[in-house]
């Protein structure tokens, strides 16, 4: 099992890599474009509808609303701190702010959405279609400058991310006691989120020394804390999906690591939280 987790996550970190440096602006977009449809997939299990025709149609349909976006809206050329893409944030951070609720009171927030597949469908819609606008532009971050420049800063969150979600797992198991929320993931710890918090600190500064982010310094107090808050979130809020129909992947196309939304599940959360803290810093 771990030697399948292993040459998996190389793999996809050779994907990555050559996805953010070595692609044209419009296969970016039909990469990211194919991942959030599998992701619609995905989440339209964890909406709890279970005939396949029903779900392809759901999948179908969110691809023509984000093919659409991609198309006639040009996303790329949109600067991360114009109206539209603030308000994008904004709504975004809200649809978290009422996740982070409902991740607080559940079970008993469960009554609100638990026989309503519509409305676990509007998650769906709320949680992916900003991460795929906002990284989309993301990708073309001052690209007249430095064509990479977005390239290294959507690779250093992609990868604070994987440090935080493997420190918290690894340091869990170690050190692991005292449970953080055991009805909806009882596998973590407040001892492994301590240690997740420790190793954010230290990559936001190896990196900020490096010069790869250069927000001001102020933000390097907050900005960790804030980070490794909307990861847990936004693996919280999937695992909450998950248990209430009683699964433990949402899916099975990656080999050792479960489906596509339980790779991306903290970036759909932070993403939305990294663009606000760079479009400040750039005003």
Known sequence: MLKNRFFTALILIFFTICTLFLLSQFNFELIILSICLLAAWEWSKLSGIVLFYKRILISILFGIILFILMIFLHIYQYSINSSIIILLLYLSVFWWIIALFLVLTYPISSIIWKNSNLIRIVFGIFTLIPFFYILDVFRYLNYSKDRFTGSWQILFIILLVCCIDSSAYFFGNIF????LAPKISPNKTWEGFLCS??????????FFQLQIIDFP???LLIFPILITFASLLGD???SMMKREIGVKDSGNIIPGHGGILDRIDSLTSVIPIFSLFIAASIK
């Open 236 to 238: 919280l809020t999937e």
């Open 176 to 179: 692991g006691k005292h449970k």
């Open 197 to 206: 918090l420790i190793f954010s600190f230290l990559i936001n500064i190896l």
């Open 217 to 219: 310094k102020k933000y």
